[in-house]
């Protein structure tokens, strides 16, 4: 079911305890969001849920909140946790940790978060003590369970965060082996922006007649975004960025890459060509670089944050000026992940997305999504209004489109080409054997050429020219 939103509901609607009350009045909260609202009362009755929500719409509260009061009277036992977070990312991992932290600090909740990139020993030290909430990437979960320092057996709440992100990034198997360790009795709770059909089949596997809430995406992303695509090659796609970075008054920027491997190369690029304040942000950095390089990106040290939609993944920075597509995201909904980062708490923001003639259906597919037509910009500094006559504005879908279209009408000019073959011909007859040998190989005269047309049998190799113009 689609959710509406309803403002005159507010948490204390919805049961929870005064200790979680008091809370969320600290943070300053009085309505849940259209997620929350749904997802909660269901959750709070241990039912198996399925929730298909944004990054951004309140869905990390939607579980939190409710595992908070479930697990408030319980006791942990060591190495035993009572309920198991997986998120995909490191990041996403610390965010859901800093949920239960500010939340759950009325209650003597333990949690413990095990992610790769850093020592095991504090992890395991936590474990050995027992924690109420284990909150894991699949990774370094596996590495754990497989030394013997976590057991499985207790789970009574399990969440699979961000679970089509887990698919994109191949951890399906591992959370099937890790489901697998885990006891049949238990509330499985499933959150995802989309619903491919591998976590369709996910879902159906291992939840048991789950509710389903999903709230549409606010479509329409905000209106302080002024959305601008840029026209480009990949051979220039690097000079117009750092073109539009000098031209621009960028006060601090993230810049998405598709591939992990573009991100270093572009930050050096950058660097080179003097725009200071650059960092690179991805999945192959240890956790001590990445949370220096988050800090430095939030106290305004670095300008330019240069990542991956993975590795940006629950970053929350207030006050960034512009966004940057360096690549046109696959998915249409990454998009306006992307360009939530501007905009934000009514203040204005600008997102640039570079599209080559490559990206026309991703284009499209965005298009479609946010239900608008996105203008064009050009290097110069001319907008899609100035550029199109008549005040119509194109989109970039259409212009790819059209330089498609183009390609066709140059190739005539090449045409010309081909003459070289009748040239050929003229000079075949100092290339073609001596009459005598034509003579006794009749089948071969029509091969030299015009010079053998007519009888020419006397003339030998000095021809008349007004044989050969015949």
């Given at each position: 079911m689609t959710v509406p939103t309803d403002e005159k509901l507010t948490f204390r609607d919805l049961g929870f305890s005064e200790p979680v009350l008091k809370a969320?009045?600290?943070?300053?909260?009085?309505?849940?969001?259209?997620?929350?609202?749904?997802?909660?009362p269901p959750i709070l009755m241990t039912r198996d849920l399925v929730g298909i929500a944004q990054t951004g719409t309140g869905k990390t509260a939607s579980f939190t909140l409710p595992m908070i009061e479930m697990l408030a009277g319980g006791r942990v036992r060591a190495r035993m946790p009572r309920s198991l977070?997986?998120?995909?990312?490191?990041e996403l991992a610390m965010q859901v940790a800093e949920n239960f932290e500010e939340y759950g600090k009325y209650h003597r909740l333990n949690y413990a978060v095990l992610v790769g990139g850093i020592s095991m020993e504090p992890q395991i030290q936590k474990l050995e003590k027992g924690v109420d909430v284990l909150i894991a990437t699949p990774g370094r979960l596996l590495d754990l369970f497989g030394r013997?320092?976590?057991?499985?057996?207790?789970?009574?709440?399990?969440?699979?965060?961000?679970?089509?992100?887990?698919?994109?990034?191949?951890?399906?198997?591992?959370?099937?082996?890790?489901?697998?360790?885990?006891?049949?009795?238990?509330?499985?709770?499933?959150?995802?922006?989309?619903?491919?059909?591998?976590?369709?089949?996910?879902?159906?596997?291992?939840?048991?007649?789950?509710?389903?809430?999903?709230?549409?995406?606010?479509?329409?992303?905000?209106?302080?975004?002024?959305?601008?695509l840029v026209e480009t090659s990949e051979r220039d796609k690097k000079k117009n960025?750092?073109?539009?970075?000098?031209?621009?008054?960028?006060?601090?920027?993230?810049?998405?890459?598709?591939?992990k491997r573009d991100i270093d190369g572009l930050k050096r690029s950058l660097e080179q060509k003097g725009i200071k304040g650059?960092?690179?942000?991805?999945?192959?950095?240890?956790?001590?670089?990445?949370?220096?390089?988050?800090?430095?990106?939030?106290?305004?040290?670095?300008?330019?944050?240069?990542?991956?939609?993975?590795?940006?993944?629950?970053?929350?920075?207030?006050?960034?000026?512009?966004v940057f597509n360096y690549n046109v995201p696959h998915h249409a909904e990454d998009y306006v992940?992307?360009?939530?980062?501007?905009?934000?708490?009514?203040?204005?923001?600008?997102?640039?997305?570079?599209?080559?003639?490559?990206?026309?259906?991703?284009?499209?597919?965005?298009?479609?999504?946010?239900?608008?037509?996105?203008?064009?910009?050009?290097?110069d500094g001319k907008s899609a209004d100035s550029k199109n006559s008549g005040g119509k504005t194109d989109s970039t879908a259409d212009n790819v489109r059209n330089i498609k279209?183009?390609?066709?009408?140059?190739?005539?000019?090449?045409?010309?080409?081909?003459?070289?073959?009748?040239?050929?011909?003229?000079?075949?007859p100092k290339k073609s054997p001596a009459p005598k040998k034509a003579e006794n190989r009749p089948e071969k005269k029509p091969a030299p050429g015009p010079a053998q047309r007519g009888n020419v049998k006397g003339f030998g190799d000095e021809v008349p020219d007004f044989f050969r113009s015949k």
């Open positions: 969320i009045d600290d943070v300053g909260y009085q309505h849940p969001t259209p997620i929350q609202a749904a997802a909660i977070v997986l998120a995909p990312t490191r013997g320092n976590v057991l499985l057996a207790d789970i009574k709440i399990l969440v699979i965060d961000e679970a089509d992100r887990m698919l994109d990034m191949g951890f399906i198997p591992d959370i099937e082996k890790i489901i697998s360790y885990l006891p049949p009795m238990r509330q499985t709770l499933l959150f995802s922006a989309t619903m491919p059909d591998a976590i369709r089949k996910l879902s159906k596997q291992f939840l048991s007649n789950p509710k389903e809430v999903s709230v549409a995406l606010s479509a329409a992303p905000t209106e302080t975004v002024n959305h601008v960025l750092i073109k539009i970075l000098v031209d621009e008054n960028v006060s601090n920027a993230f810049v998405f890459c598709n591939r650059t960092a690179a942000l991805h999945g192959d950095m240890d956790q001590h670089s990445r949370s220096k390089v988050l800090e430095a990106f939030k106290s305004g040290e670095i300008k330019i944050l240069v990542c991956s939609d993975v590795a940006g993944r629950g970053l929350d920075v207030a006050d960034v000026s512009h992940h992307r360009i939530g980062r501007t905009g934000r708490a009514g203040k204005t923001g600008r997102a640039f997305t570079f599209v080559t003639k490559d990206d026309t259906k991703y284009v499209q597919n965005i298009e479609k999504l946010i239900k608008m037509k996105i203008p064009l910009h050009t290097v279209d183009a390609k066709p009408k140059d190739s005539p000019k090449s045409a010309p080409k081909p003459e070289p073959k009748p040239a050929a011909k003229k000079t075949a």
